[in-house]
């Protein structure tokens, strides 16, 4: 049984920051692309970030370049999320996703996402 666990998430005051970590189990850590998404009240998921099985191959939003990390350490299999110059539209639910096979350049698209976990909320006041 697969199982992702986000945590990390919290209060904190526009410019600040937050590191979130996801882990995964019942699935080969290596195997998978591992994403980040968010979702703000009333609004549709939107993807955050998204690397690559190996790692080298990152993507972002427009809206967090630049200020966003993904990376993921393949010895603890542990995926992070380094949030700076965090802002109130930043506010959401944060899920991690993983994926077997996924294409990079799809990595948009939630449907193509196989496994979730339950979210970390993010609240950045002003």
């Known amino acids: 049984q697969v199982q992702v666990v986000e945590s990390g998430g919290g209060l904190v005051q526009a410019g600040g920051s937050l590191r979130l970590s996801c882990t995964a189990s019942?699935?080969?850590?290596?195997?998978?692309?591992m994403g980040w998404f968010r979702q703000a009240p009333g609004k549709e998921r939107e993807g955050v970030s998204c690397?690559?099985?190996?790692?080298?191959?990152?993507a972002y939003a427009d809206s967090v370049k630049g200020r966003f990390t993904i990376s993921r350490d393949k010895v603890k299999n542990i995926l992070y999320l380094e949030m700076n110059s965090l802002k109130p539209e930043d506010t959401g639910i944060y899920f991690c996703?993983?994926?077997?096979?996924?294409?990079?350049?799809?990595?948009?698209?939630?449907?193509?996402?196989?496994?979730w976990g339950q979210g970390t909320q993010v609240t950045v006041s002003s």
């Open positions: 996703a993983a994926q077997e096979q996924l294409p990079h350049q799809h990595w948009r698209q939630a449907r193509l996402w196989s496994y």
């Open positions: 019942g699935l080969t850590f290596d195997d998978c692309s």
């Open positions: 690397i690559g099985r190996a790692g080298g191959r990152t």
